[in-house]
């Protein structure tokens, strides 16, 4: 089990919230721990935030994309993404007979947090996100402790920084770094669409492999906006921190994943440049 291939999934989107995707997926990476593979399932948990703030009666503020988030927020998405999400995706390994445990980057202390320091698209400025953090530091030990004993880890992207003080952290790049301190074989991040598109307004021009340095171009030409950037910022973050290869692609196909498993080609592969 110590040399078997580890994989990394950033799981999210509309896969989360269909009951029937989310059955499907479960059963495909149970089957390749069945294989003896090793996982380790990253996620977040947008809609389920987005309805726990709004049971609260808390306003959600958009800066630049990212949600402002005080501590009473935080409260709710804590419990939205350990109390709702994560017990959930545990269930559903335990149901089909594997052994997962939940856990945030608090659980070992293996994430470090530090708080974002955000700088305004309009003018420049500093601005303050309240408990939005990013990836400080992370000590795997916990993890590989857990992948030695056979366990599925299922991790959510709350962290607390050395003072103890707890910050959200984007999903995609939470991911992304442990995936790189994990030196993962493969990170795949499940997202809603097929893949990377040459021409976003044709699904017909996907690209199906590219090199990392490549993404710099993609994302100066407006080829990468919006959503899909975190997602690509996190495959550059693994790539560069250890992992060996990353993949977007559709976690609403699960045939997709599915023929990603076998080793056939599926949504966009990024591998390291020469």
Not at 59 to 84: N, Q, W, Y
Not at 138 to 167: H, Q, R, S
Not at 196 to 225: C, F, M, N, Q
Not at 251 to 260: E, F, I, M
């Given at each position: 089990?110590?040399?078997?291939?580890?994989?990394?999934?950033?799981?999210?989107?509309?896969?989360?919230?269909?009951?029937?995707?989310?059955?499907?997926?479960?059963?495909?990476?149970?089957?390749?721990v069945?294989?003896?593979?090793?996982?380790?399932?990253?996620?977040?948990?947008?809609?389920?935030?987005?309805?726990?703030?709004?049971?609260?009666?808390?306003e959600?503020?958009?800066?630049?994309?990212?949600?402002?988030?005080?501590?009473?927020?935080?409260?709710?998405?804590?419990?939205?993404?350990?109390?709702?999400?994560?017990?959930?995706?545990v269930?559903?390994?335990?149901?089909?007979?594997?052994?997962?445990?939940?856990?945030?980057?608090?659980?070992?202390?293996?994430?470090?947090?530090?708080?974002?320091?955000?700088?305004?698209?309009?003018?420049?400025k500093?601005?303050?996100?309240?408990?939005?953090?990013?990836?400080?530091?992370?000590?795997?030990?916990?993890?590989?402790?857990?992948?030695?004993?056979?366990?599925?880890?299922v991790?959510?992207?709350?962290?607390?920084d050395?003072?103890g003080?707890?910050?959200?952290?984007?999903?995609?790049?939470?991911?992304?770094?442990?995936?790189?301190?994990?030196?993962?074989?493969?990170?795949?991040?499940?997202?809603?669409?097929?893949?990377?598109?040459?021409?976003?307004?044709?699904?017909?021009?996907?690209?199906?492999?590219?090199?990392?340095?490549?993404?710099a171009?993609?994302?100066?030409s407006?080829?990468?906006?919006?959503?899909?950037?975190?997602?690509?910022?996190?495959?550059?973050?693994?790539?560069?921190?250890?992992?060996?290869?990353?993949?977007?692609?559709?976690?609403?196909?699960?045939n997709?994943?599915?023929?990603?498993?076998?080793?056939?080609?599926?949504?966009?592969?990024?591998?390291?440049?020469?």
């Amino acid at each position: 089990m110590q040399n078997s291939s580890l994989n990394v999934f950033k799981y999210g989107g509309n896969a989360m919230t269909n009951e029937g995707l989310k059955s499907e997926i479960i059963t495909i990476l149970s089957d390749l721990v069945d294989q003896g593979q090793r996982i380790v399932v990253v996620h977040g948990g947008g809609p389920f935030i987005k309805k726990a703030l709004a049971d609260a009666k808390i306003e959600s503020e958009f800066i630049d994309g990212h949600r402002k988030t005080s501590p009473e927020a935080l409260h709710h998405v804590e419990k939205a993404l350990k109390g709702e999400v994560n017990t959930d995706i545990v269930r559903q390994f335990n149901k089909v007979g594997k052994k997962a445990v939940g856990l945030s980057g608090k659980d070992g202390r293996t994430v470090t947090a530090v708080k974002r320091v955000h700088i305004g698209s309009d003018d420049g400025k500093e601005m303050d996100l309240g408990q939005v953090g990013d990836v400080g530091n992370i000590d795997p030990a916990l993890i590989n402790l857990l992948l030695e004993k056979n366990y599925i880890p299922v991790m959510t992207c709350i962290a607390a920084d050395e003072e103890g003080e707890d910050y959200n952290i984007n999903a995609d790049m939470f991911a992304g770094h442990m995936a790189g301190a994990l030196n993962a074989d493969r990170f795949i991040v499940m997202t809603d669409v097929d893949g990377l598109l040459e021409d976003i307004k044709d699904p017909s021009s996907l690209i199906r492999e590219l090199k990392v340095a490549r993404l710099a171009e993609l994302k100066e030409s407006g080829t990468i906006v919006g959503g899909m950037l975190p997602k690509v910022e996190a495959c550059e973050v693994a790539l560069e921190n250890g992992a060996q290869q990353a993949t977007i692609l559709n976690g609403t196909k699960p045939n997709q994943l599915r023929a990603l498993m076998k080793g056939d080609a599926a949504g966009t592969k990024i591998v390291k440049s020469d």
